[in-house]
């Protein structure tokens, strides 16, 4: 499972990495920089149908069905393994294929009663792109609410022992063949990998980051 992430990397080196364009007032009644980004708040996407745009959808899937969006809530991660038989996802991962931008994401290990909280990111530090899924949704009023669940994969061998799911984490070929909906799906699915462990670190850090009410640099200080 993947619930909470940060996305801190300056917008104009997301620019340059992802090549794709992002609006400063796209961002306005946006958090950003976001410590402790998660479900219910829009963030940062590129989909198949504006590869070059950056755009802003919630997250929480919202399957274009739905009666009520707090459904949402409960789709926020899809897994890779069962996406093509899932209704909520099989018709999105079809058509309607994305990457959510990040540059760490956060899980606990159990040790007993408690929770320990970990982030995990790159060795290089740079953001990286998270497969995804996305969907329209109209409320009763006919406004569309757009918005996205992570897809996961079962954990590499550095993270496996903290928890046994990952988010797929795709490279910058793989970000163009995932975005690219004319693909087989067999081929689609090939990309939904665990990430190699050897590019990867982690590092334990506090239990401010239970609640996404706390949003700040400290939430990504190592635990001494």
């Known amino acids: 499972m993947c619930g909470r992430f940060t996305i801190i990397t300056p917008i104009e080196k997301l620019i ?60 926020i991660n899809a897994r890779s393994e069962t996406i093509t038989e899932k209704s909520a996802f099989k018709n999105a991962f079809k058509k309607r294929r994305c990457i959510i931008l990040a540059d760490s994401y956060f899980e606990w290990e159990k040790k007993g009663a408690k929770k320990i909280p970990y ?6 530090d740079k953001p990286f792109a998270m497969a995804g899924i996305w ?8 406004k569309e609410v757009y918005s996205f669940s992570i897809i996961t994969t079962e954990a590499n061998s550095l993270t496996k022992d903290i928890h046994d799911r990952m988010p797929c984490i795709l490279d910058k070929k793989k970000i163009k063949m995932w ?46």
């Open 179 to 224: 975005l690219d909906t004319n693909i087989p799906e067999p081929a689609a699915l090939q990309l939904l990998k665990p990430y190699p462990n050897a590019e990867m670190k982690l590092y334990e850090v506090s239990t401010l980051v239970n609640s996404p009410k706390n949003n700040s640099p400290q939430i990504i200080e190592p635990v001494k």
């Open 135 to 142: 969907e329209t949704w109209k409320n009763t009023e006919g």
């Open 119 to 124: 982030r995990i990111l790159m060795k290089n």
């Open 16 to 75: 340059e990495q992802f090549e794709a364009d992002l609006l400063e007032e796209d961002l306005k009644g946006t958090l950003f920089p976001n410590y402790n980004a998660a479900p219910g708040q829009k963030l940062l996407v590129i989909t198949n149908t504006a590869p070059r745009q950056i755009s802003l959808y919630r997250w929480g899937l919202i399957p274009y069905w739905a009666k009520d969006p707090a459904i949402g809530y409960k789709l």
